[in-house]
């Protein structure tokens, strides 16, 4: 019953923005700590941006390739969880996740539960 769904994704053109959801249905997502993960045809899964709980202040951290170019957030209200993606790059096409877990928000931690994936293409 605990759930995760992914939102936003699609093709978009070098340069261009897009902004995924991750919306959590059977429990309250402010309280865990999000992860935004990609997964490329042929490579490993990566963590792309990570979050902690508000009750633990919310910290953001990002993948050195996505630094200046990615934001995530939260909407409480709406219980739900953003990545917005800017500036971007062919290498950024991926299958994106986002998984929930009772951690610190380092995109190395353990995360528990794991939503479906939602595609993003970037080309010309």
């Known amino acids: 019953q605990l759930q995760l769904g992914e939102s936003g994704g699609g093709l978009v053109q070098p340069g261009g923005s897009l902004r995924l959801s991750c919306a959590a249905s059977?429990?309250?997502?402010?309280?865990?700590?999000v992860g935004w993960f990609r997964q490329a045809p042929g490579k490993e899964r990566e963590g792309v941006s990570c979050?902690?709980?508000?009750?633990?202040?919310?910290?953001?951290n990002y993948a050195d390739s996505v630094k200046g170019r990615f934001t995530i957030s939260r909407d409480s209200a709406k219980n739900t969880v953003y990545l917005q993606m800017n500036s971007l790059k062919p290498e950024d096409t991926a299958v994106y996740y986002c998984?929930?877990?009772?951690?610190?928000?380092?995109?190395?931690?353990?995360?528990?539960?794991w939503g479906q994936g939602t595609q993003v293409t970037v080309s010309s």
């Open positions: 979050i902690s709980g508000s009750g633990s202040g919310g910290r953001t």
């Open positions: 998984a929930a877990g009772q951690n610190r928000g380092l995109c190395d931690d353990e995360y528990d539960t």
């Open positions: 059977g429990f309250t997502l402010d309280v865990y700590g």
